[in-house]
């Protein structure tokens, strides 16, 4: 069995572990969706806001087609997925690092969640050492 200063200094760890991983998704989060103003009157927008506008592009282009062909526009689900092959033909590396940045946040989340699991683990350990 583990001795209680052993158990919490795992606890202390784990904890600021936590905290620093947390701190880098928020900042993650908040940059995809960020947009600035340069001093020239630039807009520069964070990566889901680019994807976003270029899949809402692909999305406007699909009706166009399908308007002016006169035929019946697809279901949502099908025009989504056709906007997303679309992106991927007209900007691979957009979607990709919109891609991996959604995956890179999932796993920091999931990785949170199993600290949290180890660290409640490690609480027990040291109720029963008490008692």
């Known amino acids: 069995?583990?001795?209680?200063?052993?158990?919490?200094?795992?606890?202390?760890?784990?904890?600021a572990e936590i905290q620093r991983v947390s701190t880098k998704l928020s900042n993650l989060s908040i940059a995809l969706y960020e947009a600035q103003v340069d001093d020239?009157?630039?807009?520069?927008m964070g990566l889901a806001l680019r994807y976003e506008q270029a899949l809402d592009e692909a999305?406007?282009?699909?009706?166009?087609?399908?308007?002016?062909?006169?035929s019946k526009m697809p279901a949502a689900d099908?025009?989504?997925?056709?906007?997303?092959?679309?992106?991927?033909?007209?900007?691979?590396?957009?979607?990709l690092e919109y891609r991996n940045k959604l995956q890179e946040i999932e796993a920091m989340k999931v990785?949170?969640?199993?600290?949290?699991a180890a660290?409640?683990?490690?609480?027990?350990?040291?109720?029963?050492?008490?008692?």
């Open 1 to 15: 069995m583990r001795a209680a200063a052993e158990v919490m200094a795992a606890l202390d760890e784990a904890s």
């Open 119 to 131: 660290i409640s683990a490690n609480q027990s350990v040291l109720r029963g050492e008490r008692e």
């Open 78 to 95: 099908l025009r989504d997925a056709m906007a997303r092959q679309a992106m991927k033909v007209t900007d691979l590396p957009l979607f």
């Open 59 to 70: 999305l406007i282009g699909i009706w166009t087609t399908t308007m002016a062909s006169g």
């Open 111 to 116: 990785w949170i969640a199993s600290q949290k």
């Open 40 to 44: 020239q009157g630039e807009i520069h």
